[in-house]
């Protein structure tokens, strides 16, 4: 049996819809994999109870039609689903890395993208590169319709995740139709000083760049509490915060030495509005790993 873990991942960092994602150190997806007449899945793990073993409505189900590799799939959640961690990109990063190896059907990393985003196109009716990109690459991605850029990063983060559900359908839907002229000029700047903090693993610019007033502000409304945690992280020293992919996790860029005290003052902000929420004290880290 094949082994391997893909980490959970945060796309959009604000400025980047659609377009920016990183992979985290921690959680992640453990997948185990041998060849088969035919695709079974087992789920056990976090919010495994709420995913279908249906290979027609599971992500793997999909990446194992597109590379014609039939396998017995044990999937361990380490990723609750609808959390914006990029839970159902982790098992669809995991199983296109595993089955290529297994199969050895001898794509790269970077064609592996494609392949894992139709595992995605399965829960949320669009194939976007965002999560499966980081979760297979690491580090921080780029995604766009010419391919995956890809640069290693170091970056502390806290991860808070609420006790709440958003479906990625659901956080689409609310999404602007339409952005002024003036939004746009300010997402490039963001976009762009984020993408230079990433080069210099510099907490403070990437921060800077998470700053979004389109999709952001919008999404924000579906998370009770968000408002106040974003304020509560900002006081105690993030250099950024905002909705991980499309929620309900709010995610936080800073310094190593203040990671600790954000994260508690994250949790208590959702405990002070009655919402029960666990953090992730994380960093950017590797893709998918084989073992
Ligand atoms: N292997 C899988 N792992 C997780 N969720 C899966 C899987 N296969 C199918 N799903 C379904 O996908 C949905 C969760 O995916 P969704 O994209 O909404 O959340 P997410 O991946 O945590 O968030 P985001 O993409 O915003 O980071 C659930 O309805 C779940 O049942
Ligand atoms: N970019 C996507 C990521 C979620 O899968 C979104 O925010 O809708």
Redesign the pocket.
């Known amino acids: 049996m094949l082994t391997v873990r893909a980490p959970a ?1 945060s ?1 959009n960092l604000g400025s980047g819809f659609d377009v920016f994602g990183v992979a985290l150190e921690r959680p992640a997806d453990v997948i185990r994999l041998e060849k088969a007449d035919r695709v079974t899945i087992e789920m056990t793990g976090a919010g495994s109870q ?3 073993e249906d290979p027609d ?4 189900g999909a990446v194992a039609d597109a590379l014609d590799a039939p396998a017995r799939i044990q ?1 361990d ?1 380490g ?14 990063a995991a199983a296109a890395v595993g089955l290529n190896e297994l199969y050895d059907r001898g794509y790269s990393r970077e064609e592996l993208v494609p392949i894992a985003a139709k595992g ?1 196109a ?3 009716g669009d194939a976007h590169d965002d ?1 499966v990109a980081p979760s297979i690459m690491g580090g921080f991605t780029i995604a766009t319709e010419q391919g995956v850029t890809q640069v290693d990063a170091d970056i502390p983060l806290v991860a808070c995740l609420p006790d709440i559900v958003v ?3 659901d ?1 689409r839907n609310v999404v602007p139709e339409t952005a002024r002229v003036d939004q746009m000029v300010e997402t490039v700047g963001n976009a762009a000083a984020l993408t230079t903090g990433m080069h210099r693993d510099d907490p403070e610019l990437v921060g800077q760049g998470m700053h979004d007033t389109v999709v952001t502000p919008a999404r924000a409304k579906l998370i009770d509490g968000y408002e106040q945690v974003r304020e509560a992280a900002l006081a105690a020293g993030a250099t950024g915060v905002t909705i ?4 309900p996790t709010v995610m936080a860029a800073c310094a190593e030495d203040d990671r600790r005290q954000i994260a508690s003052t994250m949790l208590d902000a959702f405990g002070e509005r009655g919402v029960d929420a666990r953090v992730y004290q994380t960093r950017i880290g590797g893709g998918a790993e084989v073992f």
């Open positions: 991942t796309a709420y995913i279908p409505k599971n992500t793997v999937i959640k990723v609750r689903p609808a959390s914006g961690l990029g839970s159902s990109a982790a098992s669809a995605e399965v829960v949320s999560n479906s990625t359908r956080a991980s992919g499309a929620g």
